[in-house]
Structures are given as structure tokens and as C-alpha cells.
């Protein structure tokens, strides 16, 4: 089968590979239907996730078919549409009993599709844990609404909720990005009294303004002032961090008021600096990344009701067989890129 693959260091190739099969009872196959590019399959490209297994096959935003299913696994059968989760996790350990399965203690738990183990740029994919991996989607639900589940669009939902957002809150957004979009999605249906969003790029400041008509936009440049004019305390009561530049970082808590919640979502380049001096008696507090990806079926119901929609970010569609071209786009941010759907 044809497959994306992690070559080495700034290199991902296509290339063909056994179709996988069941190892584990608990094991799924999946036939990928429509997976998607994500900032963090670049990042392992330019070598920023030390953990990433040269040879694996990358992505791990997808959806698809089940195909097969291991004898360890009663909730799913062959036919069944699914989400596949970014995560897998074991739902027994003590960091999966309280929620928090990023660092679930299995050998395969945590982020390991499309990191660690070949992941969905390809035609199928073998998903460790399945039963807890793989959600069913709802009969109303098309692939491009769902593409986004497992991924992205579950670290919006993460983001919003660990941020403790209230009805009397301004909420800033710092970047409009795909994550960005993502978590403005999420942290809407906490309806606080104002969500501001920080987008450095014109293009992406007209996107949010033409998609999210309550929302106030405004550029990294004035965002202080802006924040500091357009809240009740002086500041934004909860700031979300999601653009992962030094300069956002900063942004991040230079905007929010006195004993704010800060949410860093963000997955960095490089480490950052907290002035703890000039920070001193703001009593902040800090939330780190990345996300507890099990929330994909309240997710999934969300937007079987009509409250999530995340199709609009798919600006560009490919085929398998053109990836390269696909990532070209994406990487270099051409053409009003936001996401890209790949096609099986
Ligand atoms: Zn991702
Ligand atoms: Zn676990």
C-alpha cells in the first residue's frame, strides 16, 4: 500500500509498504478515507520531535473504515465509520483513570501514531488500543465534518475546557491557525462575555471576521492596548496561547489581568523565558499542553447537533498519490492554505 514515510531528518518520501495487520487483540486496521496535514508532521520533519522513529509512516489526523478488528476488541466491527484518536491510551492507568491519557503509561500510550508507530498518510493504518482509539461517527456526520476529531479539533475542545472559562470572562485567542480556529470553536460554546482573537496574518484575520461575527480581531502589534481596552479588569481573564512564537508566548501574559489563567497550547520551536521579575504579584496561572485527546465523542455528538463546524478549514483537497504537493502548500502557507484534506 502507498504510504507517506518519515525518511530522515528534513525528508518524508512516498513509498510502499505491507498493508499492517492485527498484532494485539486490542488492534484495529483502518482504511483511511481522508486524512490531513498537521504543524506537529512538520515539526517532526525539521527534527523537533526527538521521540519520532525514522521509517514510520506519518499523519495522525484521519478518519476511515474499520476493517479488521483484533478478538480483544467487542465495541467495533468491520464497516463501522470512525475517528481515529491522536492518542492511544490504555484507560486503566492512573494518569488514563483521571483523564489525563497524553501520559498514559502503556508502551504504545500517548502520542504514538504517526510518531512512534506508522500512522494515516497512508491507505491503512493498525491502531494499538482500539476501543478506546477508534469513535464511531454518527450517520449525520461526513468525513470532512469529523476530520478534525481526533486531533486538532479535540485540542480546541481541551484547551477551552481546562481553561475554565465563565460567562463573565474576556477570552483571548493568540493565533488563528488551524488549532486557533479550532479552540475559538470550542471556547464559543462556554459563551463568555467576549473572546478576542490575536492573528498576525491579514489573511487569517478576515477569516476569522468572516466566519465569527461576535469576535473581536486584532493584531499582535496592538493586541496589549486593545485587550487592556476591551475587558472589565484591565486584561483578558483567560488567555490561550496557541501560536507558539516567542513573541506570543510573551504576549500571553503581558495581556492577561491579575490572577488569569493562562493556557499555553502551543507546541514551541524552542524553550521560553518567563520574566518571573516583571511577573511578580500578577499570581498567574499556567496551563501547559499537549492534549488529553478523549473527548472525541462528545466532540463528535457536538457537531452531530450542529454546534461544531470545522469543514471551512479544509481549504485544499489531494489525492494520496500528490502529498508532496499537499505539504508544499501547507508548509509555505500558499494560497490561503488552512488545512488540507488528502484523499484515498
Ligand atoms: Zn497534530
Ligand atoms: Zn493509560
Not at 492518542?87 to 504517526?114: I, Q, R, S
Request: hydrophobic share 35%.
Amino acid at each position: 500500500m502507498l504510504t507517506y514515510t518519515y525518511i530522515s531528518h528534513g525528508k518524508f518520501a512516498l513509498m510502499e509498504k505491507p498493508k499492517p495487520q492485527i498484532i494485539e487483540p486490542t488492534d484495529a486496521i483502518v482504511r483511511v478515507t481522508l486524512s490531513s496535514i498537521c504543524t506537529s508532521d512538520l515539526h517532526i520533519k525539521h527534527g523537533s520531535v526527538p521521540r519520532a522513529v525514522p521509517g514510520i509512516t506519518v499523519g495522525h489526523e484521519m478518519v476511515g473504515v474499520v476493517d479488521e478488528v483484533g478478538t480483544g476488541i467487542s465495541t467495533l466491527k468491520p464497516g463501522d465509520r470512525v475517528t481515529v484518536n491522536v492518542e492511544t491510551y490504555c484507560g486503566e492507568c492512573f494518569f488514563c483513570k483521571n483523564g489525563f491519557v497524553n501520559n498514559c503509561t502503556n508502551p504504545d500510550g500517548g502520542w504514538a501514531l504517526g510518531c512512534r508507530i506508522d500512522g494515516g498518510q497512508a491507505e491503512y493504518v493498525r491502531v494499538p488500543l482500539a476501543q478506546n482509539g477508534l469513535n464511531k461517527i454518527p450517520d449525520n456526520v461526513t468525513d470532512e465534518q469529523a476530520l478534525f476529531v481526533g486531533d486538532v479539533l479535540a485540542t480546541g475542545y481541551w484547551a477551552a475546557d481546562i481553561s475554565e472559562i465563565s460567562a463573565d470572562d474576556t477570552v483571548l485567542i493568540i493565533g488563528a491557525g488551524p488549532t486557533g480556529i479550532c479552540t475559538l470553536e470550542c471556547v464559543r460554546l462556554k459563551n463568555p462575555k467576549r473572546i478576542i482573537v490575536c492573528e498576525k496574518s491579514p489573511e487569517r484575520r478576515k477569516f476569522v471576521l468572516d466566519n465569527y461575527h461576535e469576535v473581536l480581531v486584532v493584531t499582535p502589534e496592538n493586541c496589549e492596548n486593545f485587550v487592556k481596552e476591551n475587558s472589565d479588569h484591565n486584561g483578558a481573564d483567560r488567555v490561550l496561547e496557541v501560536a507558539g512564537g516567542t513573541d506570543t508566548f510573551q504576549l500571553a501574559w503581558q495581556c492577561a489581568r491579575p490572577n488569569a489563567i493562562v493556557t499555553v497550547v502551543a507546541l514551541y520551536d524552542e524553550p521560553q523565558t518567563l520574566p518571573l521579575p516583571q511577573m511578580y504579584g500578577k499570581n498567574l496561572t499556567f496551563k501547559t499542553g499537549g492534549v488529553d485527546g478523549c473527548h472525541c465523542e462528545e466532540i463528535l455528538d457536538l457537531i452531530s447537533a450542529g454546534k461544531i463546524d470545522t469543514t471551512k478549514l479544509i481549504t485544499h483537497c489531494f489525492e494520496l498519490k500528490d502529498i508532496e504537493e499537499a505539504y508544499r502548500i501547507f508548509e509555505n502557507k500558499e494560497d490561503g492554505v488552512i488545512k488540507v484534506a488528502v484523499r484515498n
